[in-house]
């Protein structure tokens, strides 16, 4: 049997296109067409599940048209019944609870006869919170329509091992990505500053597990979240978890990797103190840091990281700034290294 060449949409946050591009070049032919999307030509639609840093994936089909009700045409239906069941055979036992039409004009007569028609195909019916996502918007070229299916019940930046629901945990696809910056090997010592529920470690054990990893959090929720997560992640690779303020924790140092994602004034702290609390991780990370080590630091108090940096760098250098934007977010990496 002829192996079926899919064409794919890759949903990315703004600022993980080039790791996303990178990590989907493994799987096909790949490029980014948008700061938001990237394009992907493979033969194998389940191995795909497997991106990090990629929010969602979805199987499309082009209709030249000049308005919606054109695709309810039979020869466009039947292909999109084609996609619908590559799906299912590329994942059989996957499993979708209702079908949810994203459009402009979604509640118009044309979009509301399509979705249930693709509801129809699906054997599902029409949701508010409907699983199968299904987009349809205007084509790149013109007189055309795009009809985008989610692959998977869940975006994968939705991780399994996510068992708890920490408040303020930074988004995996963003720590993968964080993670791909600092460039961390098998041999390297990795700590964790402000660890939170350990989004950090546990996506580094699904790349590399590095030789020593450590992850530091004086909240107790935290911690037992962290250690949770890792259990549901199932990887190999060893994270000491320590209840603590990593300010004053007695710690072992000579870390060639450390990476903090501090409190920021509308979720956690304040932001006059958060300028203050910035230094001082920079100062700690000095005291932990091997020669030569690699700190990545994600916060969104940028205007304060910048005096500190001007201020009280603690012997930092600064090799790069990194940013990323997400639902009216905009966190910033800090890259520094020591001299």
């Keep these: 049997m002829a192996q079926i060449t899919h064409d794919l949409v890759l949903e990315v946050l703004d600022g993980c296109g080039q790791s996303a591009l990178a990590e989907a070049r493994e799987h096909g032919l790949a490029r980014l067409i948008a700061p938001t999307e990237l394009a992907l030509s493979c033969e194998d639609l389940d191995a795909v599940r497997s991106l990090r840093r990629v929010v969602a994936v979805s199987t499309g089909l082009t209709v030249p048209a000049r308005r919606p009700r054109e695709l309810l045409e039979t020869s466009v239906q039947q292909q999109l019944a084609a996609l619908l069941e590559e799906i299912r055979r590329q994942r059989p036992r996957q499993r979708f609870h209702g079908l949810r039409l994203e459009a402009a004009g979604s509640d118009t007569p044309d979009m509301r006869r399509l979705a249930s028609a693709l509801a129809e195909l699906a054997g599902l019916p029409v949701a508010s919170d409907g699983d199968l996502v299904v987009r349809v918007r205007k084509g790149a070229a013109p007189v ?33 990505t964080v993670l791909d910056q600092l460039q961390i090997g098998a041999e390297d010592s990795l700590l964790d500053m402000t660890c939170g529920s350990g989004t950090f470690l546990v996506e580094q054990l699904h790349e590399t597990a590095p030789a020593r990893a450590v992850g530091v959090d004086r909240d107790p929720a935290a911690i037992d979240a962290a250690r949770e997560h890792q259990r549901a992640a199932r990887r190999k690779g060893r994270i000491d978890w320590v209840l603590g303020d990593v300010l004053t924790a007695e710690l072992e140092g000579g870390f060639t990797r450390i990476v903090t994602n501090p409190p920021w004034g509308t979720l956690h702290g304040e932001h006059e103190t958060n300028e203050e609390l910035l230094a001082e991780l920079l100062s700690r990370a000095a005291e932990l840091a ?34 990323f934007f997400q639902k009216g977010h905009h966190p910033r990496l800090f890259l520094l290294e020591r001299g």
């Design 144 to 176: 055309t329509w795009q009809v985008l299916l989610r692959t998977t019940p869940r975006p994968l930046a939705t991780r399994a091992w996510r068992t708890v629901n920490y408040p303020g945990a930074v988004n995996a696809t963003i720590a993968a």
């Design 290 to 323: 091997a020669p030569q080590a690699r700190l990545g630091v994600l916060t969104h108090e940028i205007a304060r990281m910048h005096r500190v940096l001007e201020t009280a760098p603690s012997g930092w250098r600064q090799s790069g700034e990194h940013r």
